[in-house]
């Protein structure tokens, strides 16, 4: 039984509890209990089939999607929660790797992902010429995997289950539904609780390329390419088909003898010349007297090829000239090598008189999905787009103001703009004899000729040596790109950073030179280079404070990780930032024009300062100077989120939308910051002092920085220093906020048995508001601006050979001073700091 849906009801009698994919009931009954779709597993009561809601088959959901944007796949795991797969709707469990989406809550086998519809998140939008108030954003609706307890947003009932795949959500407001009650949410999304820090998709704008997006929003994954190439096999019973990955190994001995027992044999299915080359075939399990059209149909099916079977016919890989199968009995002639299956290509029948395309209108204001343009062999891009702006009404519209692009969805979304004089039947033609399902999957796309991203297209560089002059700069970068890479402009540039930005003009020309850069040395180290994305300031409405979201996944107990995969579902990607791909400066830059935002630092105290030293260097040039900055404690220490209330480390419990939240609705506070200035003396008899200290010297033995939570001059900076060196040197040993504390406290007991700054006193002079303090006997010092230090609260006791200094506003304050100060202090706390 076909459905308007594009699924394929059969009647099916379940052996084991099912339940219904629209109303999620258990299907009742002894036999026939309900109808069951051969392409894709849904499930549905006789009575649900006529209700609203009935999601549509993943054969026919790639061509309801008007704008396909591709998936961000994360490395395959073993899922242990009770997840269900989104391609073929069976639960996902810890036997069998699967992966999930960077960006929304897609979830799929690894088997899967050939079929899985491009239908993630569109993360930027934006349109020249729209007004921020006449921009709409829509609902994004994801089946199933919903949050235990969710309810619907309108009958308050619940509608979650791990039964099945059932329930929608929303993936930018997080608000969930029924399949029925879906037509009963209005259509506008406001981006719910988040809304206020959201990044509005309308508001930011990048060129669609053939950059992965996992490069692009720097999701760092290990994939491990397959070096065996992989087959699929189609079990072949009564009209269903059942995916299974395979090696491409031949079948043992003893499984095909048992289907010669049964009148069966395996053979081989190439779709196309690049399946072939690449080793990549369907293996479909074919009976005995079958005929062309029954063998073709499920070919299609498998490949969710939507033609008739008509349109296509096989002919024999290993045959001469490649001889075309025909009826009764087109396995009967089929060449049989020793040893090896038989393999056969489905091919497309050539029409030498024309055919039929779809034109997409991509984001023009029309409410036609897609229009269908029949082509001939002298058919022109151009003639197309004039057909194309006839079908979508845009009848007085010249042509020569809109462009023709191809899209191909597979592996992932890329674009290429066509040329007038190109002939679209040739196009498609050439795709299909490489690949059918490639040609299933390619889209025509009619758009206005100004592109959406603007002129400037810019690529940030990284890992370049510090403090060299503008032209230097220019000359390694000319020396890897050459003359046909040059970049338009270059700047800003960060000079103590060894960072740079250059501007490009034409986005092929862009591409070319990420990856030339990306693959050149200098200085045996490897340049960073990132494709940033541009955000226009007037589509940012006026309510919205967007939050620039900095994630340091080596911190503490390394649980950034997990936190920046959950922001990126959470909040626009080109919000957040790993600090480990840059730094700060891309974000910085990113947000250099909106005039007013947050930032939320997650990691420990060396990273917020970090944050805030790179945002002293830019802020000059950037239209907010000094955002207020929020923490989530994920370093060892965290005095500094301490003192703030922002808790003594983030340790997992707290949800991570309850801490976007808490950053809501925190107020502001300031902090003082110092500038420290370093001189290195000499003794009297003309040898040096030996202190040590985290901070390096420069040529002139003058250093000068910035100090947020305090200072310390000897035993501390040294234990400081030996701990940052041992976790440079073996990063994987610092996993864990615990494990950290331990090698502190190993480092502390090295330095007690020996002291490297004994008697401090006689090598250092104490000079506060022109008048000289004397130091008692000691082996540190330390100036302190917060109330804490080292996970302590120094008005409850002075460490042993430590004298502490504690700054407010240039004054040394005594013991008495302190207890008053830290009450007032933590009284005026409120949580952000600027």
Known sequence: MADCRGHVFTKKTFHLPAYCHNCTNLLWGVVTQGNFCTVCNYIAHES???????????????????????????????????????????????RTFSVTCEICHYYTHVDCIPSAVADCKEIATYHPGKLVDSVHHEHHWREGNLRPGAVCYACVKPCWTTDCLAGFRCEWCGITAHATCRSQIPYECDFGILGPIYLPPHAVSIPRTGVPMESIIGVQVRRKENAAPRSTSIEFRGGE???????????????????????EE???????????????????????GVKNETLISTILQSLNISQSAENFYLTDAYGLNEPILEDPNPMKNVTRLGGKKPAVFLRLKQDSHGGLVRVYPGRLQTDIPFCVVSVDRKSTAKDLIVESLTRFGFTSHNSTDYRLSQLLLEPGVTERVLDFDEKPLDILKNIGQESLRQMELMRFYLQLKQDPHGPNIALFIGNLPSNLSQRTYENILMTFLGEDCRFTTIGPIYYEHG???????????????????????????????????????AMVPAETQPL????????????????????????????????????PLPGL??????????????????TIGWVLQCLDNVGQDSECSSPPCAIVPLGTGNDLARVLKWGAGYNGSDEPIQL????????????????????????????????????????????????????????????????????????????????????????????????????????????????????????????????????????????????????VGGQELNHGDEIAMKNNFLHQITGMVC
């Open 660 to 807: 976007l939240e808490d950053v809501i609705e925190a107020e502001k506070i300031r902090l003082d910051r110092w500038t420290v200035v370093i001189h290195h003396e000499d003794r009297a008899d003309g040898r040096p002092i030996h202190v040590p200290n985290s901070v390096g010297m420069s040529e002139d033995n003058t250093q000068i920085f910035v100090m947020n939570n305090y200072f310390g001059i000897g035993i501390d900076a040294d234990l400081c220093l030996a701990f940052h060196k041992a976790r440079e040197k073996n990063p994987e040993r610092f996993n864990s906020r615990i494990g950290n504390k331990i090698e502190y406290l190993n480092v502390g007991l090295r330095k007690i048995i020996h002291p490297p700054c004994k008697n401090l006193q006689h090598g250092v002079r104490l000079e506060v508001d022109g008048k000289i303090v004397v130091l008692p006997q000691l082996e540190g010092l330390i100036i302190l601006n917060i109330l804490r230090y080292s996970v302590r609260n120094i008005t409850n006791k002075i460490i042993n050979y430590t004298y502490y200094l504690f700054l």
């Open 241 to 263: 088909s059942k995916t299974k990955t395979k090696d491409i190994e031949d079948e043992m001995y003893e499984i095909e003898k048992k289907l010669e027992d049964r009148n």
């Open 499 to 537: 960072s740079l930005v250059i501007m490009y003009n034409d986005t092929k020309i862009a591409v070319n030179a990420l990856y030339l850069l990306r693959s050149a040395q200098y200085e045996q180290k490897h340049l960073l280079v990132m494709l940033l994305p541009n955000i226009d300031p």
């Open 266 to 288: 395996l053979v081989k299915v190439y779709d196309g010349d690049a399946s072939y080359l690449k080793h990549r075939s369907f293996t479909v399990k074919v009976p005995g």
């Open 589 to 606: 830059y990113v947000f250099r024009h909106i005039r007013d935002y947050k930032i939320l630092v997650c990691g420990g105290d060396g």
């Open 548 to 583: 620039l979201v900095f994630v340091n996944v080596k911190s503490g107990g390394c649980q950034g990780l997990s936190l920046i995969s959950s922001f990126r579902k959470l909040l626009n990607p080109y919000q957040i930032f790993d600090l480990g791909n840059g730094g």
């Open 48 to 94: 649900c089939l006529k209700k609203p809601g009935i999601s549509p088959c993943h054969s026919l959901a790639a061509s309801l999607i008007k704008n396909p944007v591709s998936h961000c796949w994360s490395d395959p795991v073993r899922i242990r929660n009770q997840r269900c797969c989104n391609v073929c709707r069976k639960r996902i469990d810890g």
